[in-house]
């Protein structure tokens, strides 16, 4: 059994930043491994969309949209991956899940709300 607990969501004003937590745990560990993790977003009424993925090896993408004001890393001993999020703007308000692609299948946090007000 996988499963993935994200933490550090909250309210903040425009400008300021959060810093966003996931931790991936396995039960049983029977070979399974950890690949890819990342973040999506949703925000009310719109679908859900990627915010960037980290590779195992450390290599970090990001949507356009967030590029030079987010920043994913991971701690591979820690099964954690994190997303420090700056320069928050309103339309980045939305509800932020972690994601982790095991070798068996891929696992979603529960979501962690972000609220930013102008």
């Known amino acids: 059994q996988v499963q993935l607990v994200d933490s550090g969501g909250g309210s903040v004003q425009a400008g300021g930043s959060l810093r966003l937590s996931c931790v991936a745990s396995?039960?049983?560990?029977?070979?399974?491994?950890?690949?890819?993790m990342g973040w999506y977003r949703q925000a009310p009424g719109k679908q859900r969309d990627l915010v960037g993925t980290?590779?195992?090896?450390?290599?970090?993408n990001y949507v356009d949209s967030v590029k030079g004001r987010f920043t994913i890393s991971r701690d591979n001993a820690k099964n954690t991956v994190y997303l420090q999020m700056n320069s928050l703007k309103p339309e980045d308000t939305a509800v932020y899940y972690c994601y982790a692609d095991f070798s068996i299948s891929r696992t979603w946090g529960r979501g962690t709300q972000v609220t930013v007000s102008s």
């Open positions: 396995v039960r049983g560990n029977f070979g399974i491994s950890l690949n890819d």
């Open positions: 980290i590779t195992s090896g450390g290599t970090a």
